[in-house]
């Protein structure tokens, strides 16, 4: 107690604010909503296209601007993601379960192996339009299978959604729909140039059908910040999308 009563009175960074998440259930709860249906978009703008690489190869020859949106998209759905998986396994941990460690962290590296690959699709693409699309495709036959440390974290992903949906049941965190919804996602395929299915489809719709309530309710549970704040932040948000997007077109 009077170690307690003396750091409050030094002002020790540990009790400035106690009650402090990292990202917070505004910004998880953005992501919970923005991420999933950003994923939904990218997997419904290939679908009409075979699932396997050389196809998706051939398509993007024809059809090189609804390709690139696609995949394009859904990396950034991914990227997007991580915010809301984060405030979710929080929740779940809150509410004591242990699934809500592994859950997070495991879909997390799955996160990371999805981006990778999206790396990979973006080249594929661009080598379409100096190759041509016979020699690119012989270009992905001929490595793919390769190994790269990433390949490890393949497996993550899928076990992380159904450890994540076991927990959030458990613990309450999700209904059981929307448990069962998130679990689906353990169906989406990972690799380099995957297409879409309709697996991909109910997957991908299990995640909005989880998340998107799940997003709605961390923002009404936020602190309030009125509309002028909820403008100045998106305004910043805009702003640094608009730098990030500058300098990457200078890389």
Not at 82 to 102: F, H
Not at 201 to 221: H, T
């Amino acid at each position: 107690m009077k170690s307690q009563n003396y750091l409050e009175q030094k002002g020790d960074a540990r009790v400035v604010n106690p009650g402090f998440s990292f990202p917070g259930s505004l910004i998880g709860g953005i992501s919970a909503i923005i991420g999933p249906l950003l994923l939904l978009v990218g997997v419904l703008l290939r679908l009409g296209f075979d699932f396997f690489f050389p196809q998706q190869l051939a398509a993007f020859e024809e059809h090189p601007t609804l390709l690139s949106n696609s995949y394009n998209v859904f990396v950034a759905g991914n990227i997007l993601l991580w915010p809301a998986i984060v405030t979710l396994a929080t929740e779940i941990g809150k509410r004591g379960s242990s699934l809500a460690l592994w859950g997070g962290c495991f879909t997390l590296f799955g996160l990371f192996a999805r981006v990778f690959h999206g790396g990979i699709d973006h080249l594929a693409f661009q080598s379409v339009q100096f190759m041509g699309v016979e020699r690119s495709t012989e270009l992905v036959a001929e490595s793919y299978g390769a190994f790269s440390i990433v390949s490890t974290l393949n497996g993550a992903i899928f076990a992380g959604w159904i450890l994540l949906a076991i927990g959030a049941y458990r613990t309450q965190t999700l209904n059981m729909t929307s448990s069962v919804a998130l679990a689906l996602m353990s169906m989406l395929m990972l690799g380099v140039l995957k297409g879409s299915s309709w697996t991909s489809v109910v997957a991908v719709l299990g995640l909005v059908v989880a998340m998107v309530p799940f997003g709605v309710r961390c923002i009404r549970e936020s602190p309030a910040m009125g509309v002028r704040g909820i403008l100045k932040w998106l305004l910043i948000m805009l702003a640094t999308l608009c730098v990030l997007y500058f300098l990457g077109q200078q890389g």
